[in-house]
């Protein structure tokens, strides 16, 4: 398991108003020291936006626990999906998502960097992340909660140790 997140640049689209016309956005690259860097962050991966457990269970949820993640310290909750940034932000309109900061990893980088890409043409997803959470301190790893069933050809799609409940109640022990 590594101990630091990589080293990667995500590709994100961000409201700029000064921008005329009906397309107010434009590119931002974030890196890692971006997001992480002397910050306290829970992150969360799952297998896409607009999946049925992904929309129903665990972005409402950590939308839901916000307020509590933060007053455990946390600067930050972020949702990485390896969708593109057209996707994340539409997923983010549809949810309601106003706390949780949805993070595309549209090419995989990222995903496959921490070791959770994996091969979901099973249900016609082809490449995508493994669902797990982590505590991030300024870059580093100290925990993570990595579904069951990854060693096994991500045959089934667990939703039992990721959940926003989990990554509390650790923080709170």
């Known amino acids: 398991m590594i ?3 990589p080293q990667v640049t ?8 000064a921008l005329e016309g009906p397309n107010p ?3 931002k690259d974030l890196t890692t020291v971006d997001i992480f860097g002397g910050k306290k962050v829970v992150v969360f991966s799952l297998t896409g936006a607009f999946t049925p457990t992904c929309s129903t269970s665990h972005l409402p949820r950590f ?4 307020d509590e993640f933060k007053s455990q310290g946390v600067d930050a909750v972020v949702c990485v999906s390896v969708n593109d940034a057209f996707v994340m932000y539409q997923w983010g309109l549809q949810q309601g998502a106003t706390n949780v900061f949805l993070l595309p990893d549209g090419s995989g980088e990222f995903t496959r960097k921490m070791g959770m890409l994996v091969c979901k043409d099973n249900l016609g997803f082809g490449m995508r992340s493994w669902r797990y959470s ?3 301190d300024d870059g580093k790893i100290k925990k993570m909660f990595i579904e069951d069933g990854f ?3 991500c ?3 667990p939703f039992e140790v990721s959940d926003a409940d989990t990554m509390l109640n650790y923080l709170k022990s």
């Open 3 to 5: 101990s630091n997140v």
């Open 10 to 17: 995500f590709k994100t689209r961000v409201r700029n108003d």
């Open 25 to 27: 956005f434009e590119w």
């Open 63 to 66: 939308e839901e626990l916000y």
């Open 134 to 136: 982590m505590l991030v």
């Open 151 to 153: 060693e096994d050809n």
């Open 155 to 157: 045959a089934i799609d």
